[in-house]
């Protein structure tokens, strides 16, 4: 307690002094001449109202406080009111008064004033837009007019001494009144503290309870000269005081603190903001040192004691890439002083966007240099995704547009002709065509029904249904389906006796899957050649191989052929045609089903394509 009296002491000796000074010139004012003490009392009292109004005014441009802008403005007609109170005070002599005590009116009308402003005030501290000076000042001018004259030209203003006899009812009910409108501020500052800097608060709390004492004193006296006179003039001595300290040297002193309170608020709420957001934010000066790094570079720091003042950027021990990254950009903003802006990856899933900002702050000779980078890898795995929807679309529309196209033409073409040539045609003739359009047929409901699958897998309408499947009999449904397509080309499909095993899959996804295989196979068989399908357990799978004897796949087009946006078509051995989802199909509904697929080539010796499924663990019940 003793060291904070100390210390107390030691940052507020002028203060202090100044309090004892005052002290003992109103001890011997009071004690040679009370009209002595008034007036000093009171003139101190103007001069710090006029202070007030001066310091308000001349930084109303960056005061941001609405609330003591306003009051600001009123202490300008407190100040001026207050004057007419020591001018009219009795014994002064200098207006006649007629035997009305027009100094007691004036108090009582500056007093009602004061309190007012203290409340009102308020109204404009939560205003977003700016205080109309010139409409206040109209409001004020209006009223004091109207006081003035009300005292001493139309002298209706309420009676508030009378000589021999003390204050009239009025002027007591009045004090009481300007009492309660003072409690109402005191209850208004306590709820809105948190506006204030917690002095400049502390201060004009201070002044409002000392008003309130002095508007006490001035309900009890008798005499103008009265002791609760004097003292109630001590209490108002001390508001002003008060207010002196929270306004005018707060004002002058520490301007900062009093015009810039929101401002002050706001730097703490974005340096916190600063602190804790992911970006990395670093500031140079104009010779390229570091003057300022949030936490996101202190976490990309290698250092164990991350300190960056005075450090030039290789010094801030970042990734050696980055840094030289940051080094290039930021010399180039200080030749340019231009933004820059630069990508970087630290791999191939992780970039970031470095973007360098020149600052420059009037009064400063020099410009600062803002660094903001931000990891942008999501944002480059959604560009990927986009870019890999936009091929889908281009290839899916290609397909429909044209090889959904292509089949149907030679329908029409051939049934054409055999409706218009029927008689002409030789039974071979015809039987021919009839097949060719059954084929055609076939290709376009082939292609049909798997960009129906690969739709409704896109949308998320085709949700797998695993059950329990026999493999030799899944095997063997599919040998038999594509025996008598395969044997248009002289071309054997054999089903090794070793297949078995039991899977755990969606029956119509694998089949689509052997199916769309087993085609590419015959499609890329030479005539009289063999194909084996084969389904043997491993592991925990059941690995199925689909083998041909044809042209092979060369090797630097095997990574295209399960991509929609580079996927190709390549005429089969026997002139077939296709659209190159079969495959990307395949791929899908082997994934969805928890698999994976791939092949082996060999050119002019034939390919086989493997995919694995998952294993049941029990036979299949009936």
């Known amino acids: 307690m003793l060291k904070a009296i100390i210390s107390w002491t030691k940052t507020s000796y002028r203060t202090i002094i100044a309090i004892i000074i005052l002290a003992f010139i109103f001890w011997i004012s009071i004690g040679v001449n009370y009209l002595l003490f008034h007036s000093l009392v009171e003139l101190f009292s103007i001069i710090v109202a006029f202070a007030v109004f001066t310091v308000a005014w001349n930084s109303r441009k960056m ?19 207050d004057l007419m109170h020591t001018l009219t005070f009795n014994g002064m002599n200098i207006l006649p008064s007629d035997g009305i005590y027009y100094s007691n009116q004036f108090w009582v009308a500056t007093r009602f004033i004061e309190a007012s402003a203290l409340v009102v005030g308020f109204s404009f501290m939560f205003s977003k837009r700016r205080l109309y000076a010139d409409f206040a000042f109209l409001v004020y001018i209006i009223i004091t007019a109207l006081v003035v ?7 209706n203003f309420p009676t508030c001494f009378v000589e021999g006899v003390g204050q009239t009812p009025f002027k007591i009910y009045a004090e009481y009144t300007i009492i ?8 208004l500052l306590l709820k809105f503290r948190h506006k204030f800097e917690p002095s400049i608060f502390r201060y004009l709390l201070a002044a409002a309870c000392s008003a309130i004492i002095s508007e006490f004193c001035f309900t009890l006296y008798v005499s103008n000269y009265s002791a609760s006179n004097a003292v109630g003039h001590c209490a108002k001595l001390i508001t002003f005081f008060f207010t002196y300290k929270a306004v005018v040297e707060k004002g002058f002193l520490k301007p900062t603190t009093l015009i810039f309170k929101n401002l002050s608020d706001s730097e703490k709420n974005y340096r916190t903001l600063s602190e804790n957001l992911p970006v990395l934010i670093l500031r140079f ?15 990309l720091s290698r250092a164990t004691n991350f300190v960056y003042k005075e450090k030039l950027v290789p010094d801030l021990e970042l990734p050696e890439d980055f840094a030289i990254c940051i080094g290039e950009l930021l010399r180039e903003a200080r030749v340019s002083k231009q933004e820059r802006e630069l990508d970087f990856s630290f791999s191939a899933n992780k970039h970031f966007a470095l973007k360098i900002i020149p600052e420059y702050t009037s009064g400063l000779q020099d410009f600062t240099y803002l660094l903001i980078s931000y990891d942008v890898t999501q944002l480059k795995m959604s560009e990927r995704a986009l870019q890999d929807l936009n091929a889908t679309k281009d290839k899916f529309f290609s397909i429909i547009g044209h090889d959904l196209k292509t089949p149907f033409t030679s329908i029409l073409a051939f049934s054409d002709l055999i409706a218009k040539n029927t008689l002409k045609f030789t039974p071979s ?4 065509m009839a097949l060719s359009i059954r084929n055609a047929a076939q290709t376009a409901y ?7 699958s690969w739709s409704r897998l896109q949308t998320g309408a085709l949700v797998p249904k695993p059950e329990h499947l026999d493999v030799r009999e899944l095997v063997t449904e599919n040998v038999d389906l594509f025996t008598p397509l395969a044997g248009l080309k002289g071309i054997t499909i054999r089903r090794c006796e070793e297949s078995s095993g039991v899977v755990y899959a969606d029956k119509q996804m694998l089949n689509t899957i052997l199916r769309n295989l087993t085609t590419n196979a015959i499609k890329f068989s030479h005539p009289d050649s063999e194909i084996y399908i084969t389904a043997a357990p491993k592991d925990d799978d059941i690995i199925f191989s689909i083998k041909d004897c044809g042209t092979g796949i060369p090797e630097h087009l095997v990574e295209r052929l399960f991509k929609m946006e580079s996927s190709f078509t390549t005429i089969g051995t026997g002139n077939e045609k296709g659209s190159g989802l079969g495959l990307i199909l395949s791929r899908e509904f082997v994934e969805k089903s928890n698999g994976r697929i791939w092949l ?9 394509f493997y995919f694995s499924m998952p294993a049941s663990t029990s036979i299949p019940e009936d």
């Open 285 to 299: 000066d104009h010779k390229g040192y570091c003057i300022y790094a949030n936490k996101a570079v202190q976490s």
């Open 180 to 187: 309660a409108v003072l409690g109402i501020g005191v209850f």
């Open 63 to 81: 005061l941001d406080s609405n609330y003591l802008y306003f009051q600001g403005i009123t202490y300008l007609f407190i100040g001026g009111l």
């Open 446 to 452: 082939a292609l049909l029904e798997n960009l129906l």
């Open 600 to 608: 082996e080539s060999t050119i002019a010796v034939g390919t086989t």
């Open 429 to 432: 003739k015809l039987e021919q």
């Open 149 to 155: 004259l009300s005292i001493l030209v139309w002298k």
